[in-house]
């Protein structure tokens, strides 16, 4: 199993581009988010789906959409790159039953927005 | 004031020495408390989960909770140059979503051989 994938793993945008980040697991997973990271912030939630078919917003979500394309994928789209945006940008999914604590991370996404 | 509180470090102890890291907390909504590992360029990874208070033991990792005082734990005994790590308390309330998990922004750890 490969776990929770992301791509791309660098990425450098000018200001107003826009992109998407791809997420996949292969654990069979109802639950995928994507957090942020930065310096002294720890990680914040962006986006997450609680199944297949439904997204919610989380505590960072201005600037960000999502799609959960089906079971196994969730997408982060930026719109309209804002040096804001440069961070380290995390995928994760948690198996049924665990109340979302037992989350598997992806190895993350380093963006820088110029 | 952060929901969670918690000393970013950074932290540099001798191998073999034993390592205290600490998160404090505001919410007494919450009842499940995580600690994660995430190695320099890594995702995290879950290391622990307690629920409620009292402690719990997984070989040389204890995690300890103290819900009077709304404050965490994370011992390490023993501790190996393979340690060295951001440590991160995650906290959420029981059966919440996932918008309610909120993590300590890190301590840094290094284990000098």
């Known amino acids: 199993n490969a776990g929770v994938t992301q791509t791309p793993k660098f990425q450098v945008l000018k200001t107003g581009q826009s992109m998407t980040l791809q997420c996949a697991q292969d654990?069979?997973?109802?639950?995928m988010y994507w957090y942020r990271q930065d310096p002294g912030m720890g990680l914040r939630l962006i986006y997450y789906?609680?199944?297949?078919?439904?997204?919610d917003k989380g505590e960072v979500p201005n600037g960000y959409n999502v799609s959960r394309l089906n079971k196994r994928e969730f997408s982060l789209r930026l719109e309209s790159a804002a040096p804001s945006q440069t961070s380290v940008y995390f995928c994760?999914?948690?198996?049924?039953?665990?109340?979302?604590?037992?989350?598997?991370f992806g190895p993350g996404t380093r963006l820088t927005v110029t | 004031q952060k929901e969670v509180e918690q000393d970013p470090g950074p932290l540099s102890v001798p191998e073999g020495a034993i390592v205290s890291l600490n998160c404090t907390y505001s919410n007494s909504a919450f009842q499940y408390f995580m600690w994660y590992r995430q190695y320099s360029r890594k995702g995290p990874e879950l290391l622990m989960y307690?629920?409620?208070?009292g402690n719990k033991e997984d070989g040389r990792f204890t995690a300890q909770v103290d819900k009077s005082s709304k404050y965490i734990s994370l011992f390490i005994r023993d501790s190996q140059p393979s340690d060295s790590a951001t440590y991160l308390c995650a906290m959420t309330a029981r059966y919440s979503s996932a918008s309610k998990i909120i993590f300590g922004s890190g301590t840094r750890l290094s284990i000098r051989p």
């Open positions: 789906s609680a199944s297949e078919g439904t997204t």
């Open positions: 307690t629920y409620s208070s």
């Open positions: 654990m069979n997973h109802n639950s």
């Open positions: 994760a999914s948690s198996p049924p039953g665990t109340s979302s604590y037992e989350q598997y």
